[in-house]
């Protein structure tokens, strides 16, 4: 199976404050890759899909980039409900997989 | 709009047998592939399982490989998931999620069903 890890595994930031998350991939997925942001006792929801389209309904404030192994997820002004755990998963090889998690916090 | 309504968790023995539901609306269901995805208390996301819209592919995680089936009723747009032989490594909250098995995304999500394997 496709590993994904992704850094840092926590971070803590502030309101206003620009923030990166790296995803890697163990092979290249192409842009197979979309990002997820869970919160505390609710399901995932889908924030990017396909390496930089956004979902539906997402704050423009979110963004990803990459392609092959390398990815990013950046929100440019962080606020109070983007404090969350994201997740990235990859479709490019079976079966589906996640990276482990970031923790964004306050 | 999509909506995805689980049943069936709780509290089963080591060794012991439960079966999740999800109720699926507001898509063609008939005509989507399904997955079971979960997460342990505290961790990550872990695919489960995924069945095809026809019923008959199926895919399963090695971790689960030969314990738990999955199936569907397409006539009443029902999803289910038979878990056999349970572990307590299996304690988690199970999500029902449409979405290919290849190159797709997974944009809607069930509300989440947790189990837990405890003597």
């Known amino acids: 199976d496709i590993q994904m890890t992704q850094s840092p595994s926590s971070l803590s930031a502030s309101v206003g404050d620009r923030v990166t998350i790296t995803c890697r991939a163990s092979q290249n997925i192409n842009t197979y890759l979309n990002w997820y942001k869970q919160k505390p006792g609710e399901a995932p929801k889908l924030l990017i899909y396909?390496?930089?389209a956004l979902q539906s309904g997402v704050p423009s404030r979110f963004s990803g980039s990459g392609s092959g192994t390398t990815f990013r997820l950046t929100v440019s002004s962080l606020q109070p409900d983007d404090f969350a755990t994201y997740y990235c998963?990859?479709?490019?090889?079976?079966?589906?997989?996640f990276g482990q998690g970031t923790k964004v916090e306050i | 709009q999509v909506q995805l309504v689980q049943s069936g968790g709780g509290v089963v023995q080591p060794g012991g047998s439960l079966r999740l539901s999800c109720a699926a609306s507001?898509?063609?269901?008939?005509?989507?592939?399904m997955h079971w995805v979960r997460q342990a208390p505290g961790k990550g996301l872990e695919w489960v399982t995924f069945?095809?819209?026809?019923?008959?592919?199926?895919y399963y995680a090695d971790s689960v490989e030969g314990r738990f089936t999955i199936s569907r009723d397409n006539s009443k747009n029902t999803l289910d998931l038979q878990m056999n032989s349970v572990r307590p490594e299996d304690t988690a909250i199970y999500y029902c999620?449409?979405?290919?098995?290849?190159?797709?995304?997974?944009?809607?999500w069930g509300q989440g069903t947790l189990v837990t394997v405890s003597s």
């Open positions: 998963q990859q479709s490019y090889h079976t079966p589906p997989t």
């Open positions: 999620v449409p979405g290919d098995f290849w190159g797709g995304h997974f944009d809607s």
């Open positions: 069945i095809r819209s026809d019923g008959i592919t199926k």
């Open positions: 396909a390496a930089s």
């Open positions: 507001g898509f063609t269901f008939s005509t989507s592939g």
